[in-house]
């Protein structure tokens, strides 16, 4: 049986000596501490004794690197709502998932061998599906693509008709396949959009007012650094690749500045705050928020969106967050607050050759006319632009008639 770690202080020539065990030592071998006294000795002698019946051998753990790096850490998930304790449950969790996934090209290997009694012309459509993925994510984990990711190999930007549902199925089929062996998660392939039609193109989808202010109230609530980039493009328009771009001093006292490396065009544009706007900078002063699309996706989750988060899915997997009820809003609407803001703004009397400019846009203000005249009546107008943040009152706006 292993002698029992008394910390009693001996008397030496170098004053009162405290021997340190290796086994819980900081340095992990054996240590001797001296004090000037035999009062500051005990003291110390106290202190560790709790150490020990606390935490154990693993004492050395808490030295004084390990502290400041639990401190730092602790500042960075701040901003998250995640302690330490959640934050290692969330890695543990993603590592175990890691752990149990495969390779893609490997399971796309594995799934077109289990489909070989297929008729032939389904196997070399499945073939041609896989080789796109192998072509694109071959070398990534099951578990860590993302349902964008999935996205932009399968529904390029601009692609529809036949051809693409069929790889969307093919696709879906083989990420069915991987799930049931636990390889990846079945939801996730569920945040890829079929492309629109063409005569669904033509229409766009806005936010009421009142789901555009519980996103911003959800914001607020869980991840206020994500509210100033939900204003710009609630009430400014800004693009969701533009918001990723921008630094905190493009908006300023004297309006949003996007120089031509953050806008998609390549233009540069100035855009005047309206008051709703200017007051929710104020209260909220625009920072880069890291992880944009992941705490976006998150926030919109929140608000009732049916939208795939890694970051809720993380919480409730490793059991620091209930399971949440289904989303009762439907999928999110493709560039929505982008959307939104045009609709809304042309309502309220906003000319669109000023709108045209602060789009980014070049030439005539037809296509602008098409989709956002009409699209809002006056009311809704008077009722978007009046969302204020918490506690505050926006000055009435003047619709020009």
Same mark, same amino acid.
């Given at each position: 049986m292993a002698k029992p770690i008394r910390f009693t202080p001996k008397n030496c020539r170098s004053g009162w000596r405290i021997n340190i065990p290796s086994k819980i030592s900081e340095t992990g071998k054996r240590q001797q501490l001296f004090y000037r006294t035999q009062k500051l000795a005990l003291a110390a002698a106290d202190d560790l004794k709790k150490k020990l019946e606390i935490f154990g051998v693993q004492t050395r753990a808490i030295g004084p690197t390990l502290a400041e790096q639990a401190t730092a850490a602790a500042a960075l998930l701040r901003p998250y709502g995640i302690?330490?304790?959640?934050?290692?449950?969330?890695?543990?969790?993603?590592?175990?998932?890691?752990?149990?996934?495969?390779?893609?090209?490997?399971?796309?290997?594995?799934?077109?061998?289990?489909?070989?009694?297929?008729?032939?012309?389904?196997?070399?459509?499945?073939? $041609? !599906? %896989?080789?796109? +993925?192998?072509?694109? &994510?071959?070398?990534?984990?099951?578990?860590? $693509? !993302? %349902?964008?990711? +999935?996205?932009?190999? &399968?529904?390029?930007?601009?692609k529809s008709g036949a051809a693409v549902m069929g790889e969307l199925r093919n696709a879906k089929a083989f990420w069915r396949f991987s799930a049931r062996r636990g390889w990846c998660e079945a939801k996730t392939f569920g945040g890829v959009e079929a492309p629109k039609s063409g005569r669904d193109a033509k229409e766009i989808a806005i936010l009421t007012p009142a789901e555009a202010e519980i996103l911003l109230r959800t914001a607020e609530t869980h991840f206020p650094q994500a509210v100033a980039s939900f204003a710009l493009q609630l009430f400014a328009g800004i693009r969701v690749e533009e918001i990723t771009r921008m630094d905190s001093e493009h908006v300023t006292a004297d309006g949003i500045d996007l120089p031509a490396i953050v806008t998609k065009k390549g233009r540069r544009r100035h855009i005047t705050p309206s008051p709703t706007l200017a007051a929710w900078l104020k209260k909220h002063p625009f920072e880069p928020c890291s992880n944009w699309r992941?705490?976006?996706?998150?926030?919109?989750?929140?608000?009732?969106?049916?939208?795939?988060?890694?970051?809720?899915?993380?919480?409730?997997?490793?059991?620091?967050?209930?399971?949440?009820?289904?989303?009762?809003?439907?999928?999110?609407?493709?560039?929505?607050?982008?959307?939104?803001?045009?609709?809304?703004?042309?309502?309220?009397?906003?000319?669109?050759?000023?709108?045209?400019?602060?789009?980014?846009?070049?030439?005539?203000?037809?296509?602008?006319?098409?989709?956002y005249v009409g699209r809002a009546s006056k009311k809704q107008a008077l009722e978007y632009f009046a969302i204020a943040p918490q506690g505050e009152e926006i000055q009435r706006l003047e619709v020009v008639a």
């Open positions: 302690d330490l304790m959640e934050a290692a449950r969330i890695v543990a969790a993603m590592r175990d998932r890691d752990s149990a996934s495969r390779i893609l090209s490997d399971a796309t290997a594995i799934w077109l061998a289990a489909c070989a009694g297929l008729r032939p012309r389904t196997l070399v459509n499945y073939k $041609i !599906t %896989a080789d796109r +993925l192998d072509n694109a &994510l071959g070398k990534r984990l099951l578990s860590t $693509i !993302t %349902a964008e990711e +999935l996205q932009a190999v &399968l529904v390029p930007a601009g992941e705490t976006s996706a998150a926030c919109r989750r929140l608000a009732g969106w049916d939208v795939v988060s890694v970051i809720l899915r993380e919480r409730v997997k490793v059991g620091t967050m209930e399971p949440m009820e289904a989303p009762h809003l439907g999928r999110w609407p493709q560039n929505a607050m982008r959307h939104s803001h045009a609709s809304y703004a042309v309502a309220s009397g906003v000319p669109l050759e000023s709108l045209l400019f602060e789009f980014g846009h070049a030439g005539s203000p037809t296509l602008l006319r098409q989709h």
